[in-house]
Protein backbone atom coordinates (compact mmCIF):
# COMPACT_ATOMS: atom_id res chain seq x y z
CA UNK A 1 0.00 0.00 0.00
CA UNK A 2 1.32 3.03 -1.15
CA UNK A 3 1.76 5.81 1.69
CA UNK A 4 0.67 9.42 1.74
CA UNK A 5 2.90 11.27 -0.86
CA UNK A 6 3.99 14.93 -0.61
CA UNK A 7 5.78 17.21 -2.84
CA UNK A 8 7.88 19.05 -2.86
CA UNK A 9 10.38 17.83 -0.23
CA UNK A 10 12.08 20.96 0.19
CA UNK A 11 11.36 24.95 -0.20
CA UNK A 12 13.13 27.76 0.16
CA UNK A 13 11.27 31.29 -0.88
CA UNK A 14 11.78 34.77 0.51
CA UNK A 15 9.34 36.55 3.13
CA UNK A 16 6.67 38.26 1.64
CA UNK A 17 6.09 35.43 -1.51
CA UNK A 18 3.76 32.70 -2.01
CA UNK A 19 4.01 29.11 -1.97
CA UNK A 20 1.96 25.55 -2.14
CA UNK A 21 2.52 22.17 -0.77
CA UNK A 22 1.04 19.43 -2.31
CA UNK A 23 -0.64 16.01 -0.67
CA UNK A 24 -1.95 12.74 -2.37
CA UNK A 25 -3.51 10.63 0.65
CA UNK A 26 -3.47 7.32 1.17
CA UNK A 27 -6.04 5.45 -1.34
CA UNK A 28 -9.30 5.51 0.54
CA UNK A 29 -9.21 7.74 3.85
CA UNK A 30 -11.86 9.99 4.07
CA UNK A 31 -9.94 12.81 6.38
CA UNK A 32 -6.79 14.58 5.66
CA UNK A 33 -5.23 16.43 8.01
CA UNK A 34 -2.09 19.31 7.59
CA UNK A 35 0.16 19.56 10.48
CA UNK A 36 2.71 22.68 10.83
CA UNK A 37 5.99 21.15 13.17
CA UNK A 38 8.62 24.22 13.85
CA UNK A 39 11.50 22.37 15.02
CA UNK A 40 12.08 21.35 18.61
CA UNK A 41 8.60 21.29 18.18
CA UNK A 42 5.54 18.90 18.01
CA UNK A 43 3.06 18.76 15.07
CA UNK A 44 0.19 21.17 15.20
CA UNK A 45 -3.01 20.94 13.35
CA UNK A 46 -3.59 23.27 11.17
CA UNK A 47 -6.77 21.66 8.99
CA UNK A 48 -8.76 18.93 8.52
CA UNK A 49 -11.05 17.98 6.03
CA UNK A 50 -13.49 14.97 5.87
CA UNK A 51 -14.29 14.16 2.18
CA UNK A 52 -13.65 17.62 0.62
CA UNK A 53 -15.47 19.54 3.97
CA UNK A 54 -13.75 21.32 6.12
CA UNK A 55 -14.09 19.51 10.17
CA UNK A 56 -11.81 21.74 12.00
CA UNK A 57 -9.63 24.74 10.60
CA UNK A 58 -9.44 26.66 14.30
CA UNK A 59 -5.73 27.11 14.12
CA UNK A 60 -5.25 28.11 10.38
CA UNK A 61 -3.79 32.25 9.82
CA UNK A 62 -6.56 32.27 7.83
CA UNK A 63 -4.86 35.69 6.65
CA UNK A 64 -2.10 33.87 4.80
CA UNK A 65 -3.53 30.30 4.85
CA UNK A 66 -5.20 28.27 2.65
CA UNK A 67 -5.88 25.33 2.15
CA UNK A 68 -8.37 22.85 -0.48
CA UNK A 69 -9.12 19.33 -1.16
CA UNK A 70 -9.63 18.17 -4.56
CA UNK A 71 -12.90 16.18 -5.25
CA UNK A 72 -12.43 14.53 -1.46
CA UNK A 73 -8.58 13.29 -2.48
CA UNK A 74 -5.87 15.54 -3.61
CA UNK A 75 -5.05 18.39 -1.09
CA UNK A 76 -2.74 22.09 -1.51
CA UNK A 77 -1.43 24.39 1.31
CA UNK A 78 -1.04 27.92 1.08
CA UNK A 79 0.97 30.46 1.94
CA UNK A 80 0.76 33.97 1.09
CA UNK A 81 2.59 35.89 1.96
CA UNK A 82 5.03 34.13 3.89
CA UNK A 83 6.82 35.23 6.72
CA UNK A 84 9.71 33.98 8.34
CA UNK A 85 8.25 32.13 11.45
CA UNK A 86 6.78 30.06 8.79
CA UNK A 87 9.82 28.33 8.49
CA UNK A 88 8.81 24.81 9.10
CA UNK A 89 7.99 21.13 7.78
CA UNK A 90 4.57 21.30 7.09
CA UNK A 91 3.33 17.47 7.40
CA UNK A 92 0.35 15.68 5.79
CA UNK A 93 -1.73 13.07 7.13
CA UNK A 94 -4.68 10.84 6.19
CA UNK A 95 -7.02 8.36 8.45
CA UNK A 96 -8.85 5.34 7.49
CA UNK A 97 -11.10 5.63 10.95
CA UNK A 98 -10.59 7.38 14.26
CA UNK A 99 -7.44 7.48 16.02
CA UNK A 100 -5.24 6.26 13.15
CA UNK A 101 -3.27 8.45 11.47
CA UNK A 102 -0.28 8.08 8.42
CA UNK A 103 2.18 11.08 7.91
CA UNK A 104 3.99 11.69 5.16
CA UNK A 105 7.13 12.26 4.72
CA UNK A 106 6.82 16.42 5.05
CA UNK A 107 8.36 19.56 3.17
CA UNK A 108 10.48 21.37 5.25
CA UNK A 109 9.73 25.19 3.86
CA UNK A 110 12.58 27.39 4.76
CA UNK A 111 11.27 31.39 4.43
CA UNK A 112 14.71 33.92 4.29
CA UNK B 1 -6.04 22.64 29.39
CA UNK B 2 -5.23 21.45 25.45
CA UNK B 3 -1.54 21.39 26.53
CA UNK B 4 0.29 18.08 27.02
CA UNK B 5 3.28 18.23 28.50
CA UNK B 6 6.77 15.84 27.88
CA UNK B 7 9.84 15.27 29.48
CA UNK B 8 12.69 15.13 29.49
CA UNK B 9 13.73 17.19 25.95
CA UNK B 10 16.40 15.01 25.15
CA UNK B 11 17.87 11.68 26.65
CA UNK B 12 21.12 9.51 26.13
CA UNK B 13 21.03 6.11 27.21
CA UNK B 14 23.16 3.12 26.79
CA UNK B 15 22.51 0.31 24.62
CA UNK B 16 20.26 -2.68 26.21
CA UNK B 17 19.37 0.18 28.96
CA UNK B 18 15.44 1.32 29.78
CA UNK B 19 14.68 4.50 28.05
CA UNK B 20 11.56 6.80 29.76
CA UNK B 21 10.02 8.93 28.42
CA UNK B 22 6.89 10.95 30.57
CA UNK B 23 4.05 13.27 29.84
CA UNK B 24 1.44 14.91 31.83
CA UNK B 25 -2.12 16.35 30.36
CA UNK B 26 -4.76 18.18 32.72
CA UNK B 27 -7.86 18.05 29.88
CA UNK B 28 -9.56 14.90 31.69
CA UNK B 29 -11.84 14.46 28.30
CA UNK B 30 -8.52 13.13 26.58
CA UNK B 31 -9.15 9.27 26.43
CA UNK B 32 -6.80 7.92 23.75
CA UNK B 33 -2.82 8.21 24.21
CA UNK B 34 -1.03 7.61 21.59
CA UNK B 35 3.09 7.67 21.53
CA UNK B 36 4.82 8.49 17.36
CA UNK B 37 8.04 7.62 16.72
CA UNK B 38 9.77 10.16 14.23
CA UNK B 39 13.38 9.64 12.35
CA UNK B 40 14.72 12.29 10.70
CA UNK B 41 13.76 13.08 7.21
CA UNK B 42 10.07 10.78 8.41
CA UNK B 43 6.94 11.62 9.34
CA UNK B 44 5.70 10.61 12.70
CA UNK B 45 4.69 6.88 13.11
CA UNK B 46 2.00 5.24 15.35
CA UNK B 47 3.99 3.74 17.87
CA UNK B 48 1.89 2.06 20.71
CA UNK B 49 -1.72 3.70 22.09
CA UNK B 50 -2.97 3.13 25.30
CA UNK B 51 -7.03 4.15 26.85
CA UNK B 52 -7.13 5.17 30.42
CA UNK B 53 -9.02 2.47 31.18
CA UNK B 54 -5.80 -0.04 31.59
CA UNK B 55 -2.74 1.08 33.70
CA UNK B 56 -0.73 -0.77 31.36
CA UNK B 57 -0.08 -1.34 27.70
CA UNK B 58 3.03 -3.57 26.50
CA UNK B 59 4.04 -4.54 22.63
CA UNK B 60 7.27 -5.88 22.24
CA UNK B 61 10.08 -3.43 24.13
CA UNK B 62 7.51 -0.67 24.28
CA UNK B 63 5.55 -0.16 27.59
CA UNK B 64 2.98 2.43 28.02
CA UNK B 65 2.58 3.26 31.67
CA UNK B 66 -0.37 4.94 32.47
CA UNK B 67 -1.77 7.21 35.87
CA UNK B 68 -5.18 8.13 35.01
CA UNK B 69 -5.63 10.38 39.17
CA UNK B 70 -2.23 11.58 38.25
CA UNK B 71 -3.19 12.60 34.53
CA UNK B 72 0.58 11.41 33.27
CA UNK B 73 1.62 8.23 31.39
CA UNK B 74 4.83 7.15 30.03
CA UNK B 75 6.83 5.07 27.48
CA UNK B 76 9.42 2.54 28.32
CA UNK B 77 12.03 1.36 26.08
CA UNK B 78 13.70 -1.72 27.13
CA UNK B 79 16.55 -2.97 26.30
CA UNK B 80 16.67 -0.29 23.91
CA UNK B 81 18.77 -0.21 20.74
CA UNK B 82 20.99 2.01 18.38
CA UNK B 83 17.85 1.71 16.35
CA UNK B 84 15.30 3.17 18.68
CA UNK B 85 16.95 6.31 18.25
CA UNK B 86 14.83 8.86 16.91
CA UNK B 87 12.98 11.80 18.53
CA UNK B 88 9.72 10.45 20.27
CA UNK B 89 6.25 12.18 20.74
CA UNK B 90 3.26 11.75 23.40
CA UNK B 91 -0.30 12.88 22.42
CA UNK B 92 -3.51 12.68 23.59
CA UNK B 93 -7.08 13.02 22.00
CA UNK B 94 -10.52 12.86 23.34
CA UNK B 95 -13.82 10.85 21.84
CA UNK B 96 -15.54 14.41 21.17
CA UNK B 97 -13.07 16.18 19.40
CA UNK B 98 -11.17 15.42 16.19
CA UNK B 99 -7.64 17.47 17.50
CA UNK B 100 -4.71 15.15 18.37
CA UNK B 101 -2.10 17.40 20.88
CA UNK B 102 1.40 16.33 20.30
CA UNK B 103 3.28 17.03 23.34
CA UNK B 104 6.98 18.78 22.21
CA UNK B 105 8.98 15.62 21.70
CA UNK B 106 12.19 13.66 23.21
CA UNK B 107 15.28 13.16 21.19
CA UNK B 108 16.49 9.83 22.09
CA UNK B 109 20.27 8.74 21.46
CA UNK B 110 21.03 4.95 22.31
CA UNK B 111 24.85 4.71 22.45
CA UNK B 112 26.71 1.43 21.03
Known amino acids: EAGVAQSPRYKIIEKRQSVAFWCNPI?????LYWYQQILGQGPKLLIQ????????DSQLPKDRFSAERLKGVDSTLKIQPAKLEDSAVYLC??????????FGAGTRLSVL | QQQVKQSPQSLIVQKGGISIINCAYE??????FPWYQQFPGKGPALLIA?????SEKKEGRFTISFNKSAKQFSLHIMDSQPGDSATYFC???????????FGAGTRLFVKA
Open chain 1, 93 to 102: ASSPRANIQY
Open chain 1, 27 to 31: SGHAT
Open chain 1, 49 to 56: FQNNGVVD
Open chain 2, 27 to 32: NTAFDY
Open chain 2, 50 to 54: IRPDV
Open chain 2, 91 to 101: AAKDTGGFKTI
